[in-house]
Every structure is written in structure tokens, then in C-alpha cells.
């Protein structure tokens, strides 16, 4: 069946009814194993013999009903992903036919206006006192459609891509059932211990909004992109790192994709969102690469209990009766997450929020606030491996970088080198035996404060060891929003004391 008259908006395509279809097959289907599984797994009951026999036939039965109920478990998350996907199609599809209806009726009243004049005769136009009045009316009324056009078409396409995301996901997933189906001994289904499927709805429905400020520059950048593209470089400590190219140190799409895994820490489970900014230019050593999390926790039910503002290395956890929601495509209600200008720190709300203190007085903070950029995460999901490789090109770059190093020689200077040298070798073969993964430690820019790649030692948890959430918003308060440096300045001061 073709689009219905959406007034030429963009369409979701799609049937949302072969969809629930499928998803009802694949329902009754895992409850068809798992009934399976009970009776296999009853019907050794009856062994009356030793030996053995009886242990390869108990094993041999136990594997079964094992397999079995995990080929229900795969079944039950594929029919739940593909279930959602068709609710997030009919959602979508009923919200541009809203917009469409919007579009229409303010198409209808300017044509309608513009008719008002159309019917008066040319002769008599000039000399009518209404005419004046109905030709204002009309292009005012024009003026209005075409503004209601261009939002709903913008509207519609964001609807578009949001689905068309969730199709790919969605299909990932499937093909990610289709392993764990077969992934047991022999082929046969895997157990219920060896399934793995990423939850890519319950990603959807707690993905964040971002709202940023209207004086944003850096706007998020695709990390994969960003990497691939990036020189290895070797610091003084002879650590490798990654030099960003200057074309992509400031994004300019919303649409970048944003990281986001399940990660289970102090007995807890969190959805963690990773947003990467090519560049920060706000704090006190502005620097490449700036990796910002959001994090959902969860509750047993996988139900959200909190969600995680990170603030210049504190975790600030609000609870979900506290956090600031707005509606989505999919007609979920989704936490806002608002991005500072310039650091990206992630706050609940907008407003000034103090980062440094000067002799006990809050000295630099940060900016949130509305009226800038927007983005929903749940159309730019990229559901995990989050694991980084260097290229074979970046491979050799290193490589030539690390024979660049003097290695000979016994003054205190050679001897530095050598210890240089042989660090970047180091971290070369890690690389190299672990198929092009970043060595742990590899910062995206050189800076000290630039970040780790996630998973090389930061940034793919909620939270460091050690270092709990604190509870409650990040602080408020008034003020300039300054760079630290450029605060120090005109205080005369030395180095800030950032807050907790």
C-alpha cells in the first residue's frame, strides 16, 4: 500500500501489521520451546538404571532442554525488538499524518484568503478599502503555511530517520538471534548463559534529548569517524595518542551517532550514552577530543530508577521523579540532557552552574540554556561493540614514529629516549596482538585533559571505581559564562579548584 495524502511530507515506509504478525509467530514460538524445554527436561524422571548410561542420557537430555530454552529466550527478545519496531512505525506514521493535517488546514485558509481576492475585479481593486485588508490577510495567511510547511517537513524527517535507525538496529539484532539460535555444540541453540542480545529497545526508550546552547560551536562528531581519520602521535611520556584533524574537531550534525552499551556496576545495571565533541574549548586546558556520558540507571525490571549528569569528572544522580522529560517519535517521554556551551558538561536543567572556586567564591561556570540546536538520541543510536582500532595505515604510522626514536647510546638523554622507544613498542605490540585494538590509556588529542578512548581505561562506565555517583542535581548558581583561564585572568589568580 502506497503513502497516504500527507501533503507531500516525507513517509515513514513500511506496514506495521506484517510487523506485529511476525512478532506474534515469533511469541508463540518461544512459548511453544519453553514448553518444550519443561517436558524434555521432565522426562528423564523415570530413568530407573545406573551407570553410565544413565549419565549420558541425563546429560544428553539436560544439554536439550538447555538449548531449547535458550532458542525460546532468543525468540521472546526478537519478537519483543521486532514488536517495538512496528510500534514505533505506527507512531511515527500517525504523527505525520497529524502534521500533514496541519499543513493542509493552513494551505486551505491561505488559498481560501488569497480567493478573496482573486474574486474581486482588477478595475475596482484600487479603489476598494477592503482590498488592502484582504491582500495582507492573504499574504499573511501564505506567510503562515509556509512556515507550517518547512517545520513539519523538518519534523517529518526527523520522524523518518528516527525509524529508519530503528530498522537498522532492529535488523542487527535479528541477524545477532540468528547466531545465538545456532551458536550451541553442534549447532544447536545456544543456552540461556550464552545469549547476547543487545536490548536495542530498551536503548530507545530511555535515549536522551539534548538541547544545546544557541552559542554551541562543537557539535558532536561520529567518535569511529573521528578516530579512523585521526594521525598516531607519541607523546613525551612516549604514550600513543591521536591527533584529530582540524575539519573535524567542530561538528555541525545533530545527526552524529551516538555510542551506547549496558554496563553492570556496584550490583546496578545502566544504559550509558556516549556523546564525542571533536574539540573543548571551554575548560581550563581546552584540548582535543571530549567524550561525554549520559547513563539510565536501572532497577531489576530494567525500570529507570536515576538518571547520571556528568559534570568535569563527578557523576550527579538525579531521580527519575526529578528529571525533566519531553515526548519522542515513538511517543515515549525521554530525559533532556542539556550539553554546556563549550565544555558539553551534561545538566538536567538550563542555567548558570559554578565549575571553579577563587578563595572559596564560585570563580567559572558553565551555560546551559534553550533556543539552540536540539537532538534525540533514539535516532542516532550506534548499539555497541564499542571497541577502537587503529587502522594498518595508522599501524605503520606509529611504527615509523617509534623508529624516529633514538635507541642507541648511554647518556642520561639516550637513555630517556631508549625508555621512550621501548614504551612505544610496547603499546605497539598490545596492538598488534590484539588485532588493532587502542593499547589501554590512548587519549584522543595530546592534552592531559584530552580522553581516553572508551574502553582503554575511561569512559565506557557509569562511574569510576572509587568514585560513586553523588545524589542530586549539579549546583546552580549566577554568574559569567567564562573559560577558566579567561576567569583567572581577570582575577589574577592561579590555577581554579574545581568542584565536586
Not at 519496531?85 to 485558509?109: C, F, I, P, Y
Not at 540461556?192 to 552559542?215: K, M, Q
Not at 538518571?307 to 568535569?312: M, N, Q
Not at 610496547?426 to 590484539?434: F, G, K, S, T
Request: charge should be negative.
Amino acid at each position: 500500500m502506497g503513502a497516504p495524502d500527507v501533503e507531500g511530507l516525507p513517509w515513514p515506509k513500511g506496514e506495521p501489521a506484517p510487523l506485529h504478525d511476525a512478532a506474534s509467530t515469533m511469541s508463540s514460538a518461544a512459548a511453544q520451546l519453553g514448553s518444550l524445554a519443561g517436558r524434555i527436561t521432565s522426562s528423564g524422571g523415570g530413568v530407573l538404571w545406573t551407570g553410565l548410561a544413565f549419565s549420558a542420557c541425563d546429560f544428553a537430555l539436560q544439554s536439550q532442554a538447555q538449548s531449547t530454552q535458550g532458542s525460546a529466550a532468543v525468540m521472546s527478545e526478537s519478537s519483543d525488538a521486532v514488536s517495538a519496531l512496528a510500534d514505533l512505525l505506527t507512531s511515527g506514521q500517525n504523527r505525520v499524518k497529524a502534521l500533514a493535517s496541519t499543513v493542509r488546514e493552513a494551505r486551505l485558509a491561505a488559498a481560501h484568503a488569497q480567493s478573496q481576492i482573486d474574486g474581486m475585479p482588477a478595475n475596482i481593486r484600487a479603489h476598494d478599502p477592503d482590498f488592502a485588508s484582504l491582500a495582507g490577510a492573504a499574504a499573511s495567511a501564505q506567510r503562515h503555511y509556509e512556515e507550517v510547511r518547512a517545520q513539519a517537513t523538518q519534523q517529518a524527517q526527523q520522524i523518518c530517520h528516527e525509524i529508519e535507525a530503528a530498522d537498522r538496529s532492529t535488523a542487527a539484532q535479528l541477524n545477532g538471534a540468528k547466531s545465538d539460535a545456532t551458536g550451541g555444540l553442534g549447532g544447536l541453540p545456544a543456552g540461556p548463559g550464552a545469549i547476547n542480545i543487545e536490548p536495542v529497545a530498551l536503548a530507545w526508550e530511555y535515549a536522551p534529548h539534548l538541547r544545546f546552547h544557541p552559542d554551541e560551536t562543537a557539535m558532536p562528531e561520529d567518535i569511529r569517524k573521528a578516530l579512523d581519520a585521526s594521525t598516531v602521535k607519541v607523546n613525551g611520556d612516549g604514550q600513543l595518542y591521536l591527533d584529530i584533524p582540524n575539519d573535524l574537531r567542530n561538528g555541525t550534525s545533530w545527526k552524529a551517532p551516538i555510542d551506547t552499551n549496558i554496563v553492570t556496576k556496584g550490583g546496578k545495571k545502566y544504559l550509558v550514552y556516549r556523546v564525542f565533541y571533536g574539540f573543548n574549548p571551554k575548560t581550563f586546558d581546552h584540548h582535543e577530543g571530549d567524550v561525554e556520558l549520559f547513563s539510565v540507571q536501572l532497577d531489576k525490571n530494567d525500570k529507570p530508577t536515576a538518571a547520571l549528569y556528568y559534570t568535569h569528572g563527578a557523576a550527579n544522580r538525579v531521580d527519575r521523579s526529578k528529571v525533566a522529560k519531553e515526548p519522542g517519535a515513538d511517543g515515549r517521554l525521554h530525559p533532556i540532557l542539556y550539553p554546556a556551551s563549550g565544555s558539553h558538561a551534561g545538566y538536567p536543567d538550563a542555567g548558570h552552574h559554578p565549575i571553579a572556586k577563587f578563595l572559596g567564591i564560585p570563580a567559572a561556570t558553565d551555560e546551559t540554556a534553550d533556543g539552540g540546536a536540539r537532538a534525540s538520541a533514539e535516532s542516532n543510536l550506534r548499539i555497541g561493540p564499542d571497541r577502537y582500532s587503529l587502522t594498518p595505515e595508522q599501524l605503520r604510522e606509529a611504527s615509523r614514529e617509534a623508529d624516529a626514536i633514538p635507541s642507541a647510546g648511554y647518556t642520561p638523554a639516550a637513555l630517556h629516549d631508549r625508555a621512550i622507544h621501548d614504551q612505544v613498542e610496547r603499546e605497539l605490540q598490545y596492538a598488534r596482538d590484539h588485532g588493532g585494538e587502542l593499547p589501554p590509556g590512548t587519549r584522543i588529542g595530546e592534552s592531559g585533559s584530552s580522553p581516553q578512548a572508551p574502553n582503554t581505561g575511561a569512559n565506557a562506565e557509569p562511574y569510576p571505581d572509587g568514585k560513586s555517583p553523588h545524589d542530586g542535581a549539579p549546583p546552580d548558581g549566577d554568574g559569567a559564562d567564562k573559560t577558566i583561564l579567561k576567569t583567572l585572568e581577570d582575577a589574577g589568580a592561579g590555577d581554579p579548584v574545581f568542584l565536586p
